[in-house]
């Protein structure tokens, strides 16, 4: 069957009068590949002048990124500049995220484990890089390297989220943490938990609507706490499945009470015992 000429001309006119261009998104898990290698996995690079020729290679695929969204070279060049001179500092965040995975997960025994092993530290490297491109004001490119992240791991991070230090995801699979969310260091999160918003509508794009996560709070399995203006305060522990639309005080316990009843519909006979 042939496509029709009229909707391929349509396709053809659409592309030439976009705003911005669209990037090779293999290119874009190249960079955020051969990034985490040379920061983490660097088997190979030997010498200072074989890790300058890959991070010249990353600089110019950065660039062509950029520029390809922004469509301004001197825009795309100085925002690639500017990111590789925050890359230490990322670098060093990223290592005390690591440690602290080390630190509190008994399933771990080395930071290689780490590094090669866990999906949520990897979730946390790309959350790391895309949130410092999302704060130099470059368009796209963040939200879809964080997308990257989310197909490969299931944690869904938006990078305009604001996270402290030894940040430590904890098996992490359908993690959500929204876009106004600040979380503050040494935070804890297992699995399931939603960090959203209580109303989702285009006119509140940009007020504060994701919580606050304040210092050295754990968030256990399926926990989903709600609202730009509910805080969870310092020190708190937040258990599985619970939901949280209003302010935590700090050093609290949140949990639902469990209970267990057993269905009784008479008299269990007394064991037997069989002598042959």
């Known amino acids: 069957m042939k496509v029709p000429d009229h909707f391929i001309k349509k396709i053809l006119e659409k592309k030439k009068t976009s705003s911005r261009g669209f990037f090779d998104t293999r290119k874009m898990e190249g960079f955020v590949n051969q990034l985490y290698h040379i920061l983490f996995l660097s088997q190979g690079l030997n010498t200072e002048d074989q890790i300058n020729i890959e991070f010249g290679e990353l600089h110019k695929i950065l660039f062509d990124l950029v520029k390809n969204t922004s469509k301004d070279g001197v825009f795309a060049e100085k925002q690639t500049d500017d990111f590789f001179l925050a890359l230490p500092d990322l670098y060093n965040t990223l290592i005390l995220d690591a440690e602290s995975?080390?630190?509190f997960d008994p399933a771990t025994e080395s930071l290689e484990e780490i590094l090669l092993a866990y999906p949520g530290f990897f979730a946390t490297y790309v959350y790391r890089i895309s949130h410092q491109l999302w704060i130099q004001k470059i368009k796209i490119l963040p939200r879809v390297i964080s997308e990257y992240a989310?197909?490969?791991?299931?944690?869904?991070?938006?990078?305009g989220a604001i996270i402290g230090e030894h940040f430590f995801?904890?098996?992490?699979t359908g993690i959500v943490i929204g876009e106004t969310t600040v979380i503050g260091n040494h935070v804890k999160l297992y699995q399931g938990v939603t960090l959203g918003a209580l109303h989702v509508s285009k006119d509140k794009a940009n007020e504060k609507r994701h919580p606050n996560i304040e210092d050295h709070v754990i968030i256990y399995s399926g926990a989903t706490i709600l609202g730009g203006n509910t805080t969870i305060g310092r020190e708190s522990i937040i258990g599985g499945n619970v939901w949280i639309t209003q302010d935590v005080p700090s050093g609290s316990l949140v949990y639902h009470k469990s209970e267990i009843k057993i269905k009784d519909n008479g008299t269990l006979p007394e064991s037997l015992t069989f002598v042959i």
């Open 150 to 159: 989310h197909s490969r791991t299931g944690i869904d991070i938006h990078p």
């Open 101 to 103: 995975i080390l630190e």
């Open 169 to 172: 995801i904890d098996h992490g």
